[in-house]
């Protein structure tokens, strides 16, 4: 039986978001991942059905197995899914998620300042495009 998908919703007008949906998918071998930007309708409804508020999540949220991993448990759970050496990440879910979100934050806080941001959302590429809801 196929897996089911998980879905990673991102700001889709965040440089540095946009660069992570594209280094996920050079080393998501199975295509495990598929995307859907915050902005979008369908980012919108996921919020909402995993009750996040749409209006106060303005980074990265990974739906897998029907259950939404907000910041760094997001992140560290997408690391466990790529190719190799990243799945190695994974460990650092050991470290407190008190002491790692605040990291997290900090990155998240300053992403448009250091690495811009876009009058619009991502465009995928005619072969990612079946990868974005």
Same mark, same amino acid.
């Given at each position: 039986?196929?897996?089911?998908? $998980?879905?990673?919703?991102?700001? !889709? *007008?965040? &440089? @540095?978001?946009? %660069?992570? *949906?594209? +280094?996920?998918?050079?080393?998501?071998?199975? !295509?495990?991942?598929?995307?859907?930007?915050?902005?979008?309708?369908? !980012?919108?409804?996921? @919020? *909402?059905?995993?009750?996040? &508020?749409?209006?106060?999540?303005? $980074?990265? *949220?990974?739906?897998? &197995? &029907? /259950?939404?991993?907000? =910041?760094?448990?997001?992140?560290? /759970?997408?690391?466990? /899914?790529?190719?190799?050496? %990243?799945?190695?990440?994974? #460990?650092? #879910?050991? #470290?407190?998620?008190?002491?790692?979100?605040?990291?997290?934050?900090?990155?998240?806080?300053?992403?448009?300042? %250091? +690495? !811009?941001?876009?009058? $619009?959302? @991502?465009?995928?590429?005619? =072969?990612?495009? $079946?990868?974005?809801?």
């Amino acid at each position: 039986m196929p897996q089911k998908p $998980s879905i990673i919703l991102f700001d !889709g *007008v965040c &440089n @540095l978001c946009a %660069w992570s *949906v594209r +280094f996920i998918m050079e080393r998501d071998p199975t !295509g495990l991942f598929h995307f859907a930007s915050l902005q979008s309708d369908a !980012g919108q409804c996921l @919020l *909402v059905e995993h009750k996040l &508020n749409p209006d106060s999540m303005d $980074s990265f *949220v990974l739906i897998e &197995n &029907n /259950h939404a991993y907000t =910041e760094s448990n997001a992140a560290l /759970h997408v690391a466990k /899914h790529l190719s190799r050496p %990243w799945p190695c990440l994974y #460990i650092c #879910i050991i #470290i407190p998620k008190f002491l790692r979100d605040p990291v997290y934050r900090f990155i998240a806080k300053n992403r448009y300042r %250091w +690495f !811009g941001k876009n009058e $619009s959302c @991502l465009m995928p590429t005619l =072969e990612h495009k $079946s990868r974005f809801l």
